[in-house]
């Protein structure tokens, strides 16, 4: 066998052979969801006007809050009407600053999900970050804290006519998805979360491991993942 085709195979064998750990970002390595912040500081000061164009479904918020899907349109919505008349390049400097800066604030990363996430690093885990938030935004918070040893697959977002939209939101069932098209196929050993949008990468892993869940999660998350499910209180 030739030598380099030797190498690759041995090298492919070694990358089979990892436990593949997944780690949700908001609510688990983070303890915020970090884009309802930066929209939150978008609609603040100089941009109070924006809300007018979201104006119409406000009766609605109340109902939708809570549920994957409810949340999944409203983060839709208000990423349109933050970014509104923005430039591309504009709209990204602006969500790699808001990362940056909040990356610096006490207390914003669970020092325990950091611990845990560098202790599968150097057990030679292949350690995958799969979250709903900007690809972007999520690398400028690592980057600004040096968390490294990772792969991200996250949301991607581009500029439109009428603001930023997400030509990937990756939530709920999209997680699966997205890791099997990045090559990051079961069996997944051990899947880290702490809402119900995360039941199919937990249900897909061989160890759900559910972060600081509320009441109401764990009620419905116990039921929905068995015995399999192991519950972890991080600070």
Known sequence: MDQRMETATVEEAAVDAQRVVLFDFDGVIVRHQTL???????????????LLLAFPLVPFVPLLIGSVAGNRFLSRVFLRVVTFGRSDAGCRRLMQAFGRTYARR?????????????????????????????????????????????????????????????????????????????????????AYGDSLSDIPILKAADLARLVNPTPKTLKKASRLLGEKLEVLHWY
């Open 106 to 190: 006490p207390g914003v990363f669970c020092r325990d999900a950091v611990a845990a996430l560098r202790r599968h690093v150097d057990a030679g885990d292949r350690v995958v970050i799969v979250t709903g938030n900007d690809q972007q935004m999520v690398e400028a918070m690592l980057d600004e804290v040096r968390l490294t040893g990772y792969e991200l697959v996250a949301s991607r977002t581009r500029m439109g006519l009428f603001g930023m939209r997400f030509v990937l939101h990756n939530v709920h069932h999209a997680k699966v998805r997205t890791l099997y098209r990045a090559g990051i196929a079961r069996p997944w050993t051990i």
């Open 36 to 50: 309802e912040l930066f929209y939150r500081e978008r609609l603040s000061g100089i941009g109070r006007w924006r």
